[in-house]
C-alpha cells in the first residue's frame, strides 16, 4: 500500500503458524510481526521470512524494569530488532510496585538504548502504564522521550475499561503512537472476543483517518487473537486473515481516494 504499512502478527494464525509466511505471500502481505525472547531468536526468524519476501516490521521483545540491571539487558535485544530489519520494538510494561520515578528511568534508558540504533520502542496498552489514552498521554508526558510511544491496541482498550470507546482514546496520545494493533472486540471488558476485523465494534475506518491524516503510516498490525471456546479449521484461520487483510486494504484505499 505504498508508503502504508500494513502487517500481520504471525500468531494470527493461531496453531496453523507453520502456514503463516507462505499464505501471507499469497494474499499480499509484506510486513509481519514476531516476537523474540533472546537474541539468538532474530537469526531463526530472518531464516523464515526472507524465502516469503517479508520483512519484519515490528517485534514482541522482553522488557525488565525492575531494576537499572534490567534495562540494560535490552541493550542485546535492541541490536537483535535491529539486525531483523524493524524499527519497532515492542513491549509490554507494568510498573505494579516500582516507584514510578524508577520504571519512567529505566524506559528513557531504553529508549537511548533504541535511538542509538534507529529504532523505537513501543509500550503495549497494558495497565498499569498505557490503560487507556488518559493515563497512556500521562505516562508519555513522564517519559518524555522521542524514542519511548505508544502500540495503541484497537481493542485492549475496551478490554482493560468499562465504557470506553477507541475513537475518543486514540485522539488523547496521537502524537505518541509508534505502532498499532489492529484488533477487533465485542466491547464487553475483560472478555475474550477478537473476531475477524470488521466484525466487532471497533470503528476502524475512523482510527485509520485520525492515524493517517496525523502522519502515521504503519506499522499497522493485524493482531487475530480469536474467540474463546472456538476451534477453527486450518481454512477458517487463514480465511480469517485473509477477510481481516481485505477489509483494512479497503479501508485505506478508500482513503486514499478520497483524498
Not at 520483512?55 to 535490552?74: N, Q
Not at 506499522?219 to 486473515?241: A, S
Request: aromatic residues 10%; contains cysteine; charged residues 25%.
Amino acid at each position: 500500500m505504498d508508503d502504508i504499512i500494513l502487517a500481520c502478527n504471525v500468531y494470527s494464525y493461531g496453531r496453523y503458524r507453520q502456514r503463516a509466511f507462505e499464505h501471507m505471500k499469497a494474499i499480499g502481505i509484506r510486513y509481519v510481526e514476531v516476537s523474540i525472547g533472546k537474541p539468538e531468536d532474530a537469526d531463526e526468524w530472518l531464516k523464515q521470512t526472507e524465502p516469503h519476501g517479508l520483512r519484519i516490521s515490528s517485534v514482541i521483545c522482553p522488557c525488565d524494569v525492575s531494576s537499572d540491571e534490567g534495562a540494560e539487558d535490552f541493550v542485546p535485544i535492541a541490536r537483535a530488532v535491529q539486525r531483523m530489519g524493524a524499527q519497532i520494538a515492542f513491549v509490554s510494561v507494568h510498573a505494579g510496585e516500582l516507584p514510578l520515578s524508577d520504571v519512567y528511568r529505566r524506559m528513557r534508558r531504553l529508549g537511548d538504548i533504541a535511538g542509538q540504533l534507529g529504532l523505537k520502542v513501543a509500550m503495549e496498552t497494558h495497565p498499569d502504564l498505557i490503560t487507556n489514552g488518559s493515563i497512556a498521554s500521562r505516562t508519555m508526558q513522564a517519559i518524555a522521550h522521542p524514542n519511548v510511544g505508544i502500540n495503541f491496541d484497537t481493542a485492549n482498550i475496551y478490554y482493560y475499561n468499562e465504557g470506553a470507546d477507541a475513537v475518543t482514546e486514540i485522539q488523547k496520545v496521537l502524537p505518541h503512537v509508534f505502532s498499532v494493533h489492529l484488533k477487533d472486540t465485542n466491547g464487553k471488558p475483560r472478555t475474550w472476543y477478537f473476531p475477524t476485523l470488521g466484525q466487532g465494534v471497533v470503528d476502524f475506518p475512523e482510527i485509520f483517518r485520525l492515524l493517517l491524516e496525523h502522519g502515521f503510516r504503519g506499522p499497522f498490525t493485524m493482531e487475530l487473537e480469536g474467540i474463546e471456546g472456538e476451534n477453527l479449521t486450518e481454512e477458517q484461520q487463514l480465511e480469517r486473515v485473509a477477510q481481516s487483510y481485505a477489509y483494512v486494504r479497503g479501508i485505506v484505499e478508500r482513503w486514499k481516494q478520497s483524498r
